[in-house]
């Protein structure tokens, strides 16, 4: 049973546009939330965090945005470049004593000169 | 510069041989974990150890074995009982301070059936 969820396999954007990657997930006990990512044959790179004591974070082109109610996440990338494509994994933990990351099949962007 | 590397960066194993699979890390976390990624699907977590000689099973440990002798090194070895060892594994560590982890990536290792 999938407890994040990307439903998208794949976005296609235009340079300059917003990009809008979506996640949800079902556990309820997930308080940690996290955006990677992927080149193809490289490991993830960590991109933006946000705790579910916010709704919001920002850093530079990337912001998140949290829905506890709704158990949805998403990133925006504002613009976007072509150097963003790549595969996005969102990921969420319970924190505590527990460090396990639960991870996303991934969204495939591709970002169009 | 500090982070975390993985060796080799494609390994090719024959039938009902165990192969290892290094990673060490030089950022002072406490905890590593392995990940395996297959095409098409997100990573799934292997084994993970919070702190020196000590280690848990993620969600699918069968047919892999690690050892955490030291802070800086977690090898995880691919027995011959993984029927389908082919993917991407992907080690990783945190500082581990609890909640609001972020773990960080190495390269990758590409294992490969001959």
């Known amino acids: 049973d999938q407890q994040v969820k990307q439903n998208s396999p794949s976005l296609s954007v235009q340079e300059g546009r917003i990009s809008i990657l979506n996640c949800d997930y079902t556990?309820?006990?997930?308080?940690?939330f996290l955006w990677y990512k992927k080149y193809p044959a490289e490991g993830p790179t960590f991109l933006i965090s946000i705790s579910s004591i916010k709704d919001k974070n920002e850093d530079g082109r990337f912001t998140v945005f949290l829905n506890k109610s709704a158990k949805h996440l998403s990133l925006h990338i504002v613009p976007s470049q072509p150097g963003d494509s790549a595969v996005y994994f969102c990921a969420a933990s319970e924190g505590g004593s527990n460090y396990k990351l639960t991870f996303g099949k991934g969204t495939l962007l591709t970002v169009n000169p | 510069d500090g982070g975390i590397t993985q060796s080799p960066k494609y390994l090719f194993r024959k039938e009902g041989q165990n192969v290892t699979l290094s990673c060490e890390q030089n950022l002072n976390h406490d905890a590593m974990y392995w990940y395996r990624q297959d095409p098409g699907q997100g990573l799934r977590l292997i084994y993970y150890?919070?702190?020196?000689?000590?280690?848990q099973k993620g969600d699918i440990a069968e047919g892999y074995s690690v050892s955490r002798e030291k802070k800086e090194s977690f090898p995880l070895t691919v027995t011959s009982a993984q029927k389908n060892p082919t993917a991407f594994y992907l080690c990783?560590?945190?500082?581990?301070?609890?909640?609001?982890?972020?773990?960080?990536f190495g390269p990758g290792t590409r294992l490969l059936v001959l």
């Open positions: 556990n309820s006990m997930f308080d940690y």
């Open positions: 150890s919070q702190i020196v000689n000590d280690f």
């Open positions: 990783a560590s945190s500082i581990a301070q609890g909640a609001g982890e972020t773990q960080y």
